[in-house]
C-alpha cells in the first residue's frame, strides 16, 4: 500500500493563480481532510469529508474548495491564491469507527505564493 | 466545538531527562485522545493514544495520562534521546460521533545531547 499520496511536495504561485492539490488514499477509507499548518499554529483543518459525495467545511475553509468524487481522491482547490495562502498542506484519512480513529497523513505539499 | 490548548510551545532538556507536555479540551464528548509526533520535514504519525475509559496508558519510554474531571491529558517522555526531538501534537475527538480530531498547537522539544 502506499497509503495517503500528494502532488506536487511543493509549489510556488503568483497571488491570483488557482491550483488544485492532488491528494489519494489506497486504503478505503471512508474519512479524508485536509490542513494547513503554519508555525506556532498547529494543524488546522479546511474542510473534511465523510464518505465519496459529502463534504464540511472546517476551521480555516474560506479560499478554499474540496470534492470527493470517489473514495481514493480529495482534492483541495485554491480558487485565487493570496499570500496568506502560504504554508505546509497535508492531507489525511481514517476509517471511521471506535478503535480505528488513527488519522493517517500524506508527506505534504508546501505552498509559496508570492 | 472543541478546543484544545497545549503547553508548553518550546520545551528543552537535556539527554536522559523527563518531559511533560499537557492538554486541556473543552468537550466533554470527547473520549479519544492522540499524540502524534513530527519530526523536521517529515509528516504526523501516531505515537501513543489513550480512551477516556482509562487513567493512564504506557509504551516504553512514553506514557499519556488523562483526567476527566479537570479536561486535561498529558504526554510524558522518560530517559529522552536526541531522537526524541521533534514536534508533539495533542488532539481530542469524540469517537462514535465526530471522528475529525481538533489538534493543539504543537510542542517543540529539543533533546540536547
Known amino acids: 500500500n502506499a497509503g495517503v499520496t500528494q502532488t506536487p511536495k511543493f509549489q510556488v504561485l503568483k497571488t491570483g493563480q488557482s491550483m488544485t492539490l492532488q491528494c489519494a488514499q489506497d486504503?478505503?477509507?471512508?474519512?479524508m481532510s485536509w490542513y494547513r499548518q503554519d508555525p506556532g499554529m498547529g494543524l488546522r483543518l479546511i474542510h473534511y469529508s465523510v464518505g465519496a459525495g459529502i463534504t464540511d467545511q472546517g476551521e480555516v475553509p474560506n479560499g478554499y474548495n474540496v470534492s470527493r468524487s470517489t473514495t481514493e481522491d480529495f482534492p483541495l482547490r485554491l480558487l485565487s491564491a493570496a499570500p496568506s495562502q502560504t504554508s505546509v498542506y497535508f492531507c489525511?484519512?481514517?476509517?471511521?469507527?471506535?478503535?480505528?480513529?488513527?488519522?493517517?497523513f500524506g508527506p505534504g505539499t508546501r505552498l509559496l505564493v508570492l | 466545538g472543541e478546543n484544545v490548548e497545549q503547553h508548553p510551545s518550546t520545551l528543552s532538556v537535556q539527554e536522559g531527562d523527563s518531559a511533560v507536555i499537557k492538554c486541556t479540551y473543552s468537550d466533554s464528548a470527547s473520549n479519544y485522545f492522540p499524540w502524534y509526533k513530527q519530526e523536521l520535514g517529515k509528516r504526523p504519525q501516531l505515537i501513543i493514544d489513550?480512551?477516556?475509559?482509562?487513567g493512564e496508558k504506557k509504551d516504553q519510554r512514553i506514557a499519556v495520562t488523562l483526567n476527566k474531571t479537570a479536561k486535561h491529558f498529558s504526554l510524558h517522555i522518560t530517559e529522552t534521546q536526541p531522537e526524541d526531538s521533534a514536534v508533539y501534537f495533542c488532539a481530542a475527538l469524540a469517537s462514535g460521533g465526530s471522528y475529525i480530531p481538533t489538534f493543539g498547537r504543537g510542542t517543540s522539544l529539543i533533546v540536547h545531547p
Open positions: 489525511a484519512s481514517s476509517e471511521a469507527g471506535t478503535g480505528q480513529e488513527t488519522q493517517y
Open positions: 486504503m478505503n477509507h471512508e474519512y
Open positions: 489513550i480512551r477516556s475509559n482509562v
